[in-house]
């Protein structure tokens, strides 16, 4: 079988029964949107399931129909490390069974940053709507700590992965009141949206900033047209109150 990374977060922010949690991620999948076959790369949120599923759905059903590897740019919550890591393990695992990483470009990217594997809830959120949009995909794991160079990370996956489908992994802002949350979550939007990734500053109220950065510099190499945006909501549309709301945003990037 190999090196298998448990998962630490079902039961928590996703179900652990595995029907429960297919019933609800295919829910989330049941949307307006249509699969766009240019589309090479999305923002999606990362909390639990009952908060920021529906909006993550929106980027993952959006995504095209047609993809074998996947790569996942999450923020580090729990675990401080200086940098970047790419997961050198075999599989992934959650409660729909084992998702393969492709250890081809695992090990490419492994000779321009670290290898630790940790469980981090911003990444592993990703892999049950990967196993049920793309259940023949293959993920390439990549959390960034503090301090990442975006811009190396950017030119290490187009290298080694100029083909995969990326997504970077972010909420946005954080136990704001519902008015002042909209109004700092529409400067990252807008930053989103110009494609330039200067404008994804540290001064922007998002977790995975950092992975948003790096997802628009693999846009820029891969000569992108557009991003757009796809859905947006709060902890307050899942009935969460309006005092200290958190922000969740899905955004494509269009070839």
Same mark, same amino acid.
Request: hydrophobic share 45%; charged share 20%.
């Given at each position: 079988?190999?090196?298998?990374?448990?998962?630490?977060?079902?039961?928590?922010?996703?179900?652990?029964?595995?029907?429960?949690? !297919?019933?609800?991620?295919?829910?989330?999948?049941?949307? =307006?949107?249509?699969?766009?076959?240019?589309?090479?790369?999305?923002?999606?949120?990362?909390?639990?399931?009952?908060?920021?599923?529906?909006?993550?759905?929106?980027?993952?059903?959006?995504?095209?129909?047609?993809?074998?590897?996947?790569?996942?740019?999450?923020?580090?919550?729990?675990?401080?490390?200086?940098?970047?890591?790419?997961?050198?393990?075999?599989?992934?695992?959650?409660?729909?069974?084992?998702?393969?990483?492709?250890?081809?470009?695992?090990?490419?990217?492994? =000779?321009?940053?670290?290898?630790?594997?940790?469980?981090?809830?911003?990444?592993?959120?990703?892999?049950?709507?990967?196993?049920?949009?793309?259940?023949?995909?293959?993920?390439?794991?990549?959390?960034?700590?503090?301090?990442?160079?975006?811009?190396?990370?950017?030119?290490?996956?187009?290298?080694?992965?100029?083909?995969?489908?990326?997504?970077? =992994? =972010?909420?946005?802002?954080?136990?704001?009141?519902?008015?002042?949350?909209?109004?700092?979550?529409?400067?990252?939007?807008?930053?989103?949206?110009?494609?330039?990734? !200067?404008?994804?500053?540290?001064?922007?109220?998002?977790?995975?900033?950092?992975?948003?950065?790096?997802?628009?510099?693999?846009?820029?190499?891969?000569?992108?047209?557009?991003?757009?945006?796809?859905?947006?909501?709060?902890?307050?549309?899942?009935?969460?109150?309006?005092?200290?709301?958190?922000?969740?945003?899905?955004?494509?990037?269009?070839?």
């Amino acid at each position: 079988m190999g090196n298998v990374l448990k998962p630490g977060f079902a039961g928590s922010f996703y179900p652990a029964d595995p029907l429960a949690l !297919k019933v609800m991620v295919n829910r989330f999948l049941d949307n =307006s949107c249509e699969p766009m076959k240019d589309a090479m790369g999305m923002v999606v949120p990362h909390a639990g399931y009952v908060y920021s599923g529906k909006t993550a759905g929106y980027g993952f059903a959006s995504a095209p129909d047609s993809v074998s590897t996947v790569v996942i740019i999450a923020p580090s919550h729990r675990f401080p490390f200086r940098g970047e890591t790419v997961f050198d393990t075999d599989f992934m695992e959650t409660p729909l069974g084992m998702c393969p990483l492709n250890r081809e470009v695992v090990s490419g990217l492994a =000779s321009g940053m670290e290898t630790v594997v940790f469980n981090e809830h911003s990444l592993e959120v990703m892999v049950p709507f990967i196993q049920i949009k793309w259940p023949e995909a293959e993920i390439v794991p990549i959390v960034l700590g503090i301090d990442p160079d975006c811009r190396k990370v950017a030119g290490l996956i187009q290298q080694f992965a100029p083909d995969a489908f990326i997504v970077a =992994s =972010s909420d946005l802002s954080h136990f704001y009141p519902l008015k002042v949350a909209e109004q700092l979550d529409r400067l990252v939007i807008n930053a989103f949206l110009t494609l330039d990734p !200067k404008r994804i500053t540290d001064s922007l109220e998002a977790c995975g900033r950092a992975a948003v950065r790096t997802l628009l510099y693999i846009a820029g190499l891969r000569n992108a047209e557009r991003a757009i945006e796809l859905h947006y909501s709060t902890s307050a549309d899942a009935g969460a109150g309006t005092d200290e709301v958190v922000g969740y945003f899905s955004g494509m990037v269009i070839k």
